[in-house]
Nanobody, 120 residues
């Protein structure tokens, strides 16, 4: 299973970015999908997750500003980020929980990360 992220970049405070993460390869089923981030010198933290039933969960720091969504037909998860703040600066990673076959276990798969920098 391979994950390809896109959409990161440099944006001014108050601006918006949309991240995408497409999963490909030998995928039978995807359960949860999510976004995490890691700022320099800090541990990786959860940003948002969405289940197969489209139930969402957000970190308190991004509630009301970020929206996670998924397109099951494309095996893709999105993160719409609005009202960005300098403290949102980090490398953003997507993660999917997927199974490669019927009856097989689900495992976590991670993307390579995409840099988001919020600065004037």
């Amino acid at each position: 299973v391979q994950l390809v992220e896109s959409g990161g970049g440099l944006v001014q405070p108050g601006g918006s970015l949309r991240l995408s993460c497409a999963a490909s390869g030998s995928i039978f089923s995807i359960n949860a999908m999510g976004w995490y981030r890691q700022a320099p010198g800090k541990v990786r933290e959860l940003v948002a997750t969405v289940t197969n039933g489209r139930r969402t969960n957000y970190a308190d720091s991004v509630k009301g500003r970020f929206t996670i969504s998924r397109d099951n037909a494309k095996n893709t998860v999105y993160l719409q980020m609005n009202s960005l703040k300098p403290e949102d600066t980090a490398v953003y990673y997507c993660k999917v929980v997927a199974s490669r076959g019927m009856g097989l276990n689900f495992y976590d798969y991670w993307g390579q990360g995409t840099q988001v920098t919020v600065s004037s």
